[in-house]
């Protein structure tokens, strides 16, 4: 009956049987691997979650959130099935945690619950639901870095703060009939939510044409800012062909580290890495990379044109290269707590005239 390749049926009755044949009969029932492609997993299991479902609602939750510059969410498949018991209950007009708590960051969970107003069995299969969530994008003020209706007031527009929320890293979905339910952990807003921390967790939506519009403007700005203050000095601007090559290299699941390759050898690579767990998640909206590189500017003897005998020379490479005249470009990629910049063409080269040159 559910055979993928099967493409048409018929039917017919002789005597007391009923005879049904299925177009083409390629079944076979004791090859595992091609029944799982054929028929698919269980999706539901005991009245718990739909883990197809769930699957759906998770793609569908991540490709806004990177959107947002925020982490993809996984699957907590407890807090799923927790949403769905409760449904299964009738017991979700005020959602609740389990009586013992999940572990963490599961121990807080914000929902999210939708009760539409018809029946639309397409919802099960689609991304209906968390396409609906993020309609409320509307009512967040993105200037302010809070709901247009003030901080003590969640709804409406915690639908979609919590979906876009960088501090969260699990959900889980549920729903019966009419009734569509998210849990979120961590939570995600509350009435005591600050500014600040709206501002950290909720970011605009910067990653387009496959890079960090927002980070690299503000990345660039500071370097300028730093350039101005040498002689001679040209101002630099995105590279956005090496933003977009840094952002897909840095997205791939199990990135480690970055391939120059091609015309991008001509390019230098700066690599920051925030070592305060507490100042991850503020990291995009903070110029500290091209801070804390330009900081090496300690480390350069600007008499001799060369790092001084007694400090550091790799500082002191980076504070040169956010400097070098001659570099006309950069591209800037974050993931967690990196940030990894292409600075195009490539500086500190040449001898010391070269560097007096370029530094000032």
Request: glycine share 6%; net charge negative; proline share 3%.
């Given at each position: 009956m559910l055979?993928?390749?099967?493409?048409?049926?018929?039917?017919?009755?002789?005597?007391?049987y009923?005879?049904?044949?299925?177009?083409?009969?390629?079944?076979?029932?004791?090859?595992?691997?091609?029944?799982l492609?054929?028929?698919g997993?269980?999706c539901?299991?005991?009245?718990?979650?739909?883990?197809?479902?769930?699957?759906?609602?998770?793609?569908?939750h991540?490709?806004?959130r990177?959107?947002?510059?925020?982490?993809?969410?996984?699957?907590?498949?407890?807090?799923?099935?927790?949403?769905?018991?409760?449904?299964?209950?009738?017991?979700?007009?005020?959602?609740?945690?389990?009586?013992?708590?999940?572990?963490?960051?599961?121990?807080?969970?914000?929902?999210?619950?939708?009760?539409?107003?018809?029946?639309?069995?397409?919802?099960e299969?689609?991304?209906?639901?968390?396409?609906?969530?993020?309609?409320?994008?509307?009512?967040?003020?993105f200037?302010?870095?809070?709901?247009?209706?003030?901080?003590?007031?969640?709804?409406?527009?915690?639908?979609?703060?919590?979906?876009?929320?960088?501090?969260?890293?699990?959900?889980?979905?549920g729903?019966?009939?009419?009734?569509?339910?998210?849990?979120?952990c961590?939570?995600?807003?509350?009435?005591?939510?600050?500014?600040?921390?709206?501002?950290?967790?909720?970011?605009?939506?910067?990653?387009?044409?496959?890079y960090?519009?927002?980070?690299?403007?503000?990345?660039?700005?500071?370097?300028?800012?730093?350039?101005?203050?040498?002689?001679?000095?040209?101002?630099?601007?995105?590279?956005?062909?090496a933003?977009r090559e840094l952002?897909?290299?840095?997205?791939?699941?199990?990135?480690?580290?970055?391939?120059?390759?091609?015309?991008?050898?001509?390019?230098?690579?700066?690599?920051?890495?925030?070592?305060?767990?507490?100042?991850?998640?503020a990291?995009?909206?903070?110029t500290?990379?091209?801070?804390?590189?330009?900081?090496?500017?300690?480390?350069?003897d600007?008499?001799?044109n060369?790092?001084?005998d007694?400090?550091?020379?790799?500082?002191?490479?980076?504070?040169?290269?956010?400097?070098?005249?001659?570099?006309?470009s950069?591209?800037?990629?974050?993931?967690?707590?990196?940030?990894?910049?292409?600075?195009?063409?490539?500086?500190?080269?040449?001898?010391?005239?070269?560097?007096?040159?370029?530094?000032?």
């Amino acid at each position: 009956m559910l055979w993928k390749s099967s493409k048409s049926v018929a039917f017919g009755r002789y005597d007391k049987y009923v005879i049904i044949w299925y177009c083409p009969s390629d079944a076979k029932v004791d090859d595992k691997d091609e029944a799982l492609k054929n028929i698919g997993e269980k999706c539901t299991a005991d009245g718990g979650a739909n883990k197809c479902y769930n699957d759906i609602q998770v793609a569908a939750h991540n490709k806004y959130r990177e959107s947002h510059a925020a982490d993809a969410l996984t699957l907590n498949e407890e807090l799923a099935n927790h949403i769905q018991t409760l449904l299964n209950a009738d017991e979700a007009s005020e959602m609740a945690p389990p009586t013992a708590p999940l572990a963490a960051p599961c121990d807080t969970i914000g929902f999210s619950k939708i009760v539409y107003d018809d029946d639309d069995e397409k919802r099960e299969g689609t991304a209906k639901f968390s396409d609906d969530l993020y309609e409320y994008k509307k009512d967040y003020d993105f200037g302010k870095d809070m709901p247009k209706l003030g901080l003590a007031t969640l709804k409406p527009s915690a639908y979609f703060t919590r979906m876009v929320w960088r501090g969260s890293t699990q959900v889980g979905f549920g729903f019966k009939g009419r009734t569509f339910v998210a849990g979120y952990c961590v939570q995600g807003p509350t009435v005591a939510t600050t500014a600040e921390e709206y501002d950290t967790n909720v970011q605009p939506e910067c990653v387009k044409d496959g890079y960090n519009v927002c980070f690299n403007n503000l990345q660039v700005d500071k370097h300028n800012e730093y350039r101005v203050m040498h002689e001679n000095y040209s101002k630099i601007k995105v590279n956005v062909d090496a933003a977009r090559e840094l952002h897909k290299q840095m997205s791939a699941e199990g990135f480690t580290e970055t391939k120059r390759e091609g015309d991008w050898e001509a390019c230098n690579e700066l690599k920051f890495e925030e070592g305060d767990e507490a100042k991850v998640l503020a990291l995009v909206t903070s110029t500290t990379p091209t801070d804390d590189w330009y900081a090496g500017h300690d480390q350069y003897d600007f008499e001799t044109n060369q790092p001084k005998d007694t400090g550091d020379k790799e500082k002191s490479e980076k504070f040169t290269q956010v400097v070098w005249k001659d570099t006309e470009s950069v591209g800037f990629a974050i993931s967690g707590k990196t940030v990894i910049a292409w600075y195009c063409p490539k500086g500190n080269t040449g001898d010391a005239n070269k560097f007096k040159v370029n530094v000032g």
